[in-house]
């Protein structure tokens, strides 16, 4: 794909952008990051509005962008400092419901085009349920223009009242250059070992404990597990307000099951693992989804949300909150090397029609000019 120029034909100045991020998701903070280096690379000034432990973290100065420190809270000094960096902004980028609705709230009374991107779709109950609806509807209407990760959050964009809603490249960032990367075969019986799965199978999940994850029928499957020879471990990396009441269950069902927290190795845990496990009863454009069949790990998710359009056939797929399925699509797996295999190319096949990075960056950049360009006199 080309890239598209920064600049006009008429020698108009560099594009000045504005990202906006919570600063809490990591799968929009290393979106934002490739962003700023893509941009930054065609000559579009980026500044990063995000929380500074964010820059910490994703080092988007390195990036070539200027950080903002500006906290997650939406209370009126927040939403005054948004406002100031905004200021000179030719076109502002928000990432995710709570910072599209604080740039919504910063550019009140400008005519600056806002785009947002929805990454994910949140997850709440009851009243505040409600309330994360009225903000998805007060920011789809303000902004210019919706990119959605998946086709249902298009469509649920869409619904909500967005004027202009599409389809977003998006791709899973590579490694930084400056991450050293380990040999995966020489750190695999090393992770195992560590782990406790040595001499029997290692099954993965990865992500936030909170209930839309459905770990719930994670530990159901797990009770089928206990009666194969050997008993495969269920290994789950990640921290959330579901932590306790899992790991009851896991002590007082006896079940095959490590919560091992929040972990910053998830490439090598992967690589050490024979399959990889995402029970959720949502997910939008799954990041473990794609580093595991990038990983050629075979994979066994549920079919909701963004996940069959992501993988195609490249996964087995079961129904959501199905413990039964879940569990017997796991032993087939377990048993079928021949299977395995084919999941492993498939898999290879399905990631190389995702877009690439350059690919995300030149479909933004374009948004970017169609929202920015001047419009010719008819």
């Not at 100065?61 to 400092?81: E, I, L, M």
């Not at 994360?132 to 990119?147: P, T, Y």
């Not at 090393?190 to 994670?218: C, F, I, M, Q």
Request: proline share 7%; with cysteine.
């Amino acid at each position: 794909m080309t890239p598209v120029s920064s600049h006009s034909p008429h020698g108009r100045p560099p594009l000045r952008t504005v990202q906006v991020l919570g600063g809490g998701n990591a799968r929009s903070s290393a979106h934002v990051r490739s962003l700023a280096l893509g941009l930054a690379a065609r000559g579009v000034r980026v500044t990063v509005c995000a929380p500074a432990d964010a820059d910490r973290s994703y080092d988007f100065t390195g990036a070539g962008a200027a950080h903002v420190h500006v906290p997650r809270s939406s209370d009126p000094a927040s939403v005054a400092a948004l406002r100031a960096a905004c200021a000179e902004a030719d076109l502002v980028h928000a990432h995710g419901l709570h910072a599209s609705f604080r740039a919504v709230l910063a550019l009140s009374g400008r005519r600056t085009p806002l785009v947002v991107t929805w990454h994910d779709r949140a997850h709440a109950e009851g009243a505040r349920a409600h309330l994360l609806r009225l903000l998805e509807r007060r920011v789809v209407k303000a902004a210019s223009v919706v990119l959605a990760t998946t086709s249902d959050l298009v469509d649920r964009a869409r619904r909500t009242g967005a004027r202009d809603a599409r389809l977003a490249a998006v791709t899973l960032p590579g490694p930084r250059g400056d991450v050293e990367q380990e040999d995966p075969d020489r750190l695999r019986p090393k992770v195992r070992a560590e782990l406790g799965a040595t001499g029997r199978p290692l099954l993965l999940a990865v992500g936030s404990l909170d209930a839309h994850r459905g770990y719930d029928t994670l530990l159901d499957a797990a009770r089928t597990w206990r009666r194969l020879d050997p008993v495969p471990l269920v290994v789950v990396a990640g921290e959330g307000p579901s932590r306790a009441v899992l790991q009851r269950r896991i002590e007082d069902e006896g079940l095959p099951v490590r919560l091992i927290g929040r972990r910053e190795d998830v490439g090598e845990l992967l690589a050490a693992a024979d399959l990889a496990l995402l029970p959720s009863r949502w997910e939008s454009r799954s990041v473990l989804a794609q580093e595991a069949l990038l990983a050629r790990v075979p994979l066994v998710a549920t079919a909701v949300g963004g996940v069959p359009e992501l993988v195609g056939d490249a996964a087995e797929l079961v129904p959501a909150a199905d413990a039964e399925a879940f569990a017997d699509a796991v032993v087939r797996l377990l048993g079928d090397p021949g299977r395995r295999e084919l999941l492993r190319d498939r898999g290879t096949r399905q990631a190389a029609t995702w877009p690439t990075e350059d690919e995300t960056v030149a479909q933004v950049l374009s948004v970017y000019d169609e929202l920015t360009q001047p419009r010719p006199f008819i």
